[in-house]
């Protein structure tokens, strides 16, 4: 789907963002009062590729409590940090 997309354009060096651009969806999640917890937050543009962060419907691994597990603990892993869930 969309990540076929995404490697498409990265393998021409066509970009849909910069790194000011990617960092919002996670600043809005981790500083708008108005931000949900247990919402993912991205891109509101066309293929959710670009434009202004906005809540997204989750992935469908993510969907998955036993995946949503195994993507936290990889990510701990891979950052070296231990995440605490509230």
């Known amino acids: 789907p969309q990540y076929r997309l995404i490697r498409a354009m990265s ?8 790194v000011e651009t ?12 108005t931000a949900r917890p247990g919402v ?3 891109p509101s ?15 469908p ?3 998955s409590t036993e995946e949503a597990a195994r993507v936290w603990e990889v990510s701990e892993q891979l950052t ?3 995440f605490v869930a509230a």
């Not at 990617?22 to 009062?33: E, G």
Request: charged share 15%.
């Open 40 to 42: 993912l937050y991205g």
């Open 45 to 59: 543009g066309p293929g959710n590729l670009g434009g202004p962060p906005a809540e997204q419907r989750m992935y």
């Open 22 to 33: 990617a960092k919002l969806p996670a600043l809005m999640a981790a500083t708008d009062p």
């Open 80 to 82: 070296r940090t231990a």
């Open 61 to 63: 691994p993510l969907r």
């Open 11 to 18: 393998a021409r060096g066509i970009l849909a963002g910069t």
